[in-house]
């Protein structure tokens, strides 16, 4: 049966993974599966203290909600994968804070996000905001264009704004600088591709408020800027031109590491099983 799938360690980071999954999967209506991944047999029992107590707060907080649970012996980023093939959505801490620190440390969770078979959606420690835009970052690739389905879909389930940003700079067109007038119209051109890219899923979604954003500057720094005030930004696993494979993206990499807000990071052809809704409620 899908399910949304958390993995938790014990930490204050996991714990608010644990949250945003829970409230994904009620408005989903799938079941919540909440993993622990042990690999030092003398912390048998504090894991499953852990698994436990953070299971049983999540049926509080959703009494409708079926949640399971389980402790796994192996290493947090091949348990956390190998569960990633049955379940609907992936979530994880950005880092370990106690507990089983290893868990879900920095590194893990880009392994995770590197490595998955659905989409994994990193939640960093603070409250997630629940209003602001959902922003997707694109820039012409099969993983831009599966990020922006997904993208559509999480804003029309949340009844949130949507962002579709695409970041230039000189380097990607030219040799040698442009004038301010050619940026403009380099703006003007990103901003009419955008527009075509979006026309069949603007149909698909009426009730979404598009916003179409050319702007000048590193990926980056642009998606996190953007992102400031965001209930979710949604990137590519891997972008224009790169080897969609094992590895994470630069781009992905790096809002994963500096955006504050959630972040679903999205590898090409998965919304054929994976599209619907995503946001906390």
């Known amino acids: 049966m899908p399910a949304v799938v958390v993995g938790v360690d014990g930490s204050d980071s996991s714990a608010q993974a644990a949250e945003w999954a829970a409230a994904e999967a009620d408005r989903r209506h799938v079941p919540l599966h909440v993993v622990l991944a042990n690999d030092d047999p003398a912390r048998a029992e504090h894991a499953e203290d852990a698994v436990g107590r953070t299971a049983a707060k999540c049926r509080t907080d959703h009494p409708g909600l079926e949640v399971t649970a389980e402790v796994l012996t192996g290493r947090p980023v091949e348990v956390l994968v190998d569960r990633s093939s049955a379940a609907d959505l992936l979530v994880v801490g950005a880092r370990g804070l106690g507990g089983f620190t290893r868990a879900l440390l920095g590194g893990v969770s880009l392994g995770v996000a590197s490595r998955a078979s659905c989409p994994v959606v990193v939640v960093r420690r603070g ?14 690739s099969p993983c831009a ?3 922006l389905e ?7 389930q949340l009844g949130a704004d949507l962002v579709v940003l695409q970041a230039w700079h000189e380097e990607n067109l030219l040799y040698t600088p442009l004038s301010p007038n050619f940026r403009d119209e380099v703006d003007d051109t990103v901003r009419r591709i955008l527009s075509r890219e979006t026309a069949d899923l603007r149909q698909a979604h009426p009730d979404v ?19 400031r005030d965001a209930r979710l930004l949604v990137v590519g696993h891997r972008g224009g031109g790169g080897f969609d494979g094992l590895f994470l993206g630069s781009v992905a990499a790096g809002v994963l590491n500096h955006a504050q807000c959630p972040v679903a990071v999205i590898r090409n052809a998965q919304l054929t099983r994976h599209g619907e809704g995503t946001g906390p409620g």
Not at 150 to 156: D, E, G, L, V
């Open 127 to 140: 409250a997630p905001t629940d209003a602001g835009p959902v922003v997707v970052g694109v820039d012409g």
């Open 145 to 147: 264009r599966s990020a």
């Open 150 to 156: 997904f993208a559509f879909s999480a804003a029309a």
């Open 209 to 227: 408020v598009v916003h179409e954003v050319a702007q000048r500057g590193h990926p980056v720094a642009a998606l996190t800027d953007a992102a």
